[in-house]
């Protein structure tokens, strides 16, 4: 497995501010991958993050709004940008561990947009 | 794309019961099911997987069953703990390195003590 921390825990913010999310992890790792997990629901991924490579984003998310860096092969950020309430949600990092879709979560980032 | 479906959404069990949740998938090129846990507060947390090639998987007092054929697998919890109250998703993906997950609804279990 892999140990996962995601900086802030959680924040307030207001609308039209941009917050930048970051997750570190205790090993080297090729692919990580954003979520969002909005209030009582499942899972959606916002985007793929290669090391080395633009990440990939998912129908309905882009760039301008979620940009994501991935600077090397333990660490990565994703900032969301010009908040509104809409985006109040948890935001999930994962790691791919060992190849073969098997991933581990970070603990999340619970973000409030007032 | 694929498209998973879980059942039921919520649970409550007495503790020692067993409990069972499915799940029903459209991809029939998806070979990976994991199963995830999630506490209150807390990030997602795999408790089980399973492949293609295998029919079952235990560890301990749970288990995973696939029914490749029908497109279905089930996550199954023995002998129920109070600690095992949490929402659970399953998902699943082609199995290859960077295919993306595609979660269920998820399930929320209580068990009574």
């Known amino acids: ?114 | 794309g694929e498209n998973v479906e879980q059942h039921p959404s919520t649970l409550s069990v007495q503790e020692g019961d067993s409990a069972v949740i499915k799940c029903t998938y459209s991809d029939s090129a998806s070979n990976y099911f994991p199963w995830y846990k999630q506490e209150l507060g807390k990030g997602p947390q795999l408790i089980i997987d399973i492949r293609s090639n295998v029919g079952e998987k235990k560890d301990q007092r749970i288990a995973v069953t696939l029914n490749k054929t029908a497109k279905h697998f089930s996550l199954h919890i023995t002998e129920t703990q109070p600690e095992d109250s949490a929402v659970y998703f399953c998902a699943a993906s082609m199995g290859s390195s960077g295919d993306k997950l595609t979660f269920g609804t998820g399930t929320r279990l209580a068990v009574r003590p």
């Not at chain 1, 802030?8 to 090993?27: A, E, F, H, K, N």
């Not at chain 1, 660490?75 to 581990?104: H, R, W």
């Open chain 1, 1 to 114: 497995s892999a140990v996962i921390s995601q900086k802030p825990s959680r924040d307030i913010c207001q609308r039209g501010t941009s917050l930048t999310i970051q997750c570190q992890v205790d090993s080297q790792v090729t692919m990580m991958f954003w979520y969002r997990q909005q209030p009582g629901q499942s899972l959606t991924l916002i985007a793929t993050a290669n090391q080395g490579s633009e990440a990939t984003y998912e129908s309905g998310f882009v760039i301008d709004k979620f940009p994501i860096s991935r600077p090397n092969l333990t660490f990565s950020t994703l900032t969301v940008s010009n908040m509104s309430p809409e985006d109040s949600s948890i935001y999930l990092c994962s790691v791919e561990v060992a190849g073969g879709s098997k991933q581990y979560f970070g603990p999340g980032t619970r973000l409030t947009v007032t």
